[in-house]
T-cell receptor, first 111, second 114 residues
Framework: LAKTTQPISMDSYEGQEVNITCSHN???????ITWYQQFPSQGPRFIIQ???TKVTNEVASLFIPADRKSSTLSLPRVSLSDTAVYYC????????????FGSGTRLLVRP | NAGVTQTPKFQVLKTGQSMTLQCAQD?????MYWYRQDPGMGLRLIYY???????DKGEVPNGYNVSRLNKREFSLRLESAAPSQTSVYFC?????????????FGPGTRLLVL
């Protein structure tokens, strides 16, 4: 399972765009990239998933370059409620679909 | 966290005591997982079950046993609890969300071992 590297923490202000980059140099051909969000005292919550290029949903965008060795989660116009830990994971969709969590990035959004 | 329930929500044990954490899903999915999360850390996979009747070790299986007796339930047992097992335990299922493959997590069980 590919290991990921993310910044430990980031600070931002309300209304700004936040970009969190994740490095996954050993990503395998069949691996997908998935981002989760976790609030204190809750389980992680799925944000977005992609394989290559760009994926966008109602809460975020995911940018994946052609070599797929990194990915960037983009949160547009963050609010205080976006303060959370964000995890980047890679894994393939085989029968087990094991996911390995790193330490994540702690995002603090200030007023 | 509708669809995945965990019991109990909170438990205090003394060193050496045993207990079973319960997880149940009503979403009819095959794969289920147990994770632990220590303060300030990411989640670590303890055991998983790809389908009913099968279980496999994850990253940190020592000190735990699991049981997948039916498709709906996946339990985690601590035979002799140790203070190092103080943690928050999350159960998850593999599911499809927004047309994508992902894991859906329960609310967690907070375990304190004295």
């Amino acid at each position: 399972l590919a290991k990921t590297t993310q910044p430990i923490s980031m600070d931002s202000y309300e209304g700004q765009e936040v970009n969190i980059t994740c490095s996954h140099n050993n990503i395998a051909t069949n691996d997908y990239i998935t981002w989760y969000q976790q609030f204190p005292s809750q389980g992680p919550r799925f944000i977005i998933q992609g394989y290559k290029t760009k994926v966008t949903n109602e809460v975020a965008s995911l940018f994946i370059p052609a070599d797929r060795k990194s990915s960037t989660l983009s949160l547009p116009r963050v609010s205080l409620s976006d303060t959370a830990v964000y995890y980047c994971l890679v894994g393939d969709m085989d029968s087990s679909y094991k996911l390995i969590f790193g330490s994540g990035t702690r995002l603090l959004v200030r007023p | 966290n509708a669809g995945v329930t965990q019991t109990p929500k909170f438990q205090v044990l003394k060193t050496g005591q045993s207990m079973t954490l319960q997880c149940a899903q009503d979403m009819n999915h095959n794969s289920m997982y147990w994770y632990r999360q220590d303060p300030g850390m990411g989640l670590r996979l303890i055991y998983y079950s790809a389908s009913e009747g099968t279980t496999d070790k994850g990253e940190v299986p020592n000190g735990y046993n699991v049981s997948r007796l039916n498709k709906r339930e996946f339990s985690l047992r601590l035979e002799s609890a140790a203070p190092s097992q103080t943690s928050v335990y999350f159960c998850a299922i593999r599911t499809h969300l927004q047309a994508q493959e992902t894991q859906y997590f329960g609310p967690g069980t907070r375990l304190l071992v004295l």
